[in-house]
């Protein structure tokens, strides 16, 4: 019975530290809105569309690998997708909110 404790412990810790985050547990990362500031409405209006083409993309390919890593945790007991690319999802996250702000600073 102890043993069954230990490795459920054991279990637990590797899901919860190891493992890739989906895409809607990233913080976006804080970009100024400074960026923006020589951008026209309609350049703000193409990088909008650019961001929000992106996004989905690349936060389909980090909650790829939090799923792959869930099962590979599960199945042999260690993570292999290398993480996903958080940093990416964080930065896009960010800069959808930097040109956001921008866009009601300039009221387009």
């Known amino acids: 019975?102890?043993?069954?404790k230990f490795t459920?412990?054991?279990?637990?810790i590797l899901l919860s530290t190891a493992c890739a985050k989906k895409?809607?547990?990233?913080?976006?990362?804080?970009i100024s809105t400074v960026k923006y500031d020589a951008y026209s409405c309609s350049q703000l209006r193409r990088e909008k569309a650019h961001i929000d083409t992106?996004?989905?993309?690349?936060?389909?390919q980090q909650d790829k690998a939090a799923s792959d890593?869930?099962?590979?945790?599960?199945?042999?007991?260690?993570?292999?997708?290398?993480?996903g690319v958080p940093g990416e999802?964080?930065?896009?996250?960010?800069?959808?909110?930097?040109?956001?702000?921008?866009?009601?600073?300039k009221r387009c």
């Open 1 to 4: 019975m102890k043993l069954t």
């Open 8 to 12: 459920a412990s054991i279990a637990a």
């Open 23 to 30: 895409a809607d547990n990233i913080e976006p990362a804080s």
């Open 54 to 60: 992106a996004l989905p993309r690349v936060s389909a």
């Open 69 to 83: 890593d869930a099962l590979m945790v599960f199945l042999i007991g260690v993570p292999t997708s290398g993480g």
């Open 89 to 105: 999802v964080a930065r896009l996250k960010g800069e959808q909110e930097a040109v956001r702000q921008a866009m009601v600073q």
